[in-house]
């Protein structure tokens, strides 16, 4: 799907009715398309995604603090949900079918306690594909486990212990299967400010440590520290650069990652966003792109 398509879709929907502008001073829930496009080496990836989110507590339209940090500030909880249709185009190898993913999460938040819960769930498939010049087809599946438990340590700051674990299915038609485990354990953090002069600062940081495990092969570590901070110079405008470090035994995953995006509120229910990330592998030609475009529209 062409990514103008899906902005322009949503932006077609919102001003044509009342919608254009909350009528409310609040909102109960986010629903969003996005466009994404990853390319590294001799794989093209494209996928088209639709998440929806309720939020437990109404939460305010046209705040005096960034649109986008509304639930984070306000300590809201939510129940979200992902669904998502990817097609990756592989030199020397011909796609049988597409890739498919979906997921869920809650997050227990609230206004009068510190405590944060979150717990999440995601399926993957790739679809199908075989190698040219070949009758082995191969595909892999994908499920992932996600939890955080973690504190507000004061008003607009929070840390956070976090841990997920994907387990990787792979087989052919031949009867020959693999799994790989991945394994994450960190911790996170996050602050807003007022800056004296005008606008925010929306500061994140983390440390994880990565473990890869499959059968019959030496497990494998890797360390990864993220850095990320968003200006503010309107409460409808926020830009974005990040940095993250991964070193470690797996060298197809170390490298760095350098990010930068911009989300704005065109009105107080409907925002953009472009975000943008270059990852440069320690492993010869295993550099990465990805493009990621989306719209989302609050009620």
Do not use: C
Not at 52 to 62: D, I, K, N, S
Not at 109 to 131: E, F, H, M, N, T
Not at 224 to 234: G, R
Not at 236 to 249: E, P
């Amino acid at each position: 799907m062409n990514s103008r398509i899906v902005a322009s879709s949503l932006i077609a929907a919102a001003l044509s009715g009342p919608g254009a502008a909350l009528a409310q001073d609040t909102f109960r829930a986010e629903a969003a398309l996005s466009y994404l496009q990853f390319k590294a080496g001799d794989v093209r990836n494209k996928t088209v995604g639709a998440e929806a989110t309720y939020f437990f507590e109404r939460l305010p339209a046209q705040p005096d603090y960034p649109l986008e940090q509304a639930q984070f500030v306000e300590r809201s909880g939510s129940l979200g949900a992902t669904y998502s249709r990817s097609r990756a185009d592989i030199t020397g190898e011909e796609r049988l079918s597409d890739g498919s993913s979906y997921g869920a999460n809650i997050l227990f938040a609230r206004p009068d306690l510190p405590l944060i819960v979150l717990a999440g769930y995601q399926s993957s498939r790739s679809g199908k594909v075989r190698a040219s010049g070949s009758q082995v087809e191969l595909e892999a599946d994908a499920s992932t486990y996600q939890a955080s438990v973690g504190a507000y340590v004061a008003k607009t700051t929070d840390l956070l212990l976090n841990w997920s674990r994907s387990l990787i299915d792979s087989k052919t038609n031949t009867g020959l299967t693999s799994t790989i485990t991945l394994t994450t354990v960190g911790l996170s953090g996050e602050h807003l400010m007022r800056l004296s002069s005008s606008g925010h600062v929306a500061l994140v940081a983390s440390i994880s440590q990565h473990s890869f495990e499959q059968p019959g092969l030496a497990s494998q570590e890797n360390r990864e520290y993220s850095f990320q901070a968003t200006y503010y110079p309107t409460t409808m405008l926020g830009i974005t650069a990040g940095l993250s470090l991964n070193r470690g035994d797996d060298h197809f995953g170390a490298g760095e990652t350098y990010a930068a995006g911009v989300r704005t509120f065109l009105t107080p229910a409907l925002s953009l966003s472009l975000d943008y990330r270059k990852f440069n592998a320690r492993a010869a030609s295993n550099d990465g792109d990805t493009i990621a475009l989306r719209a989302a529209m609050r009620f």
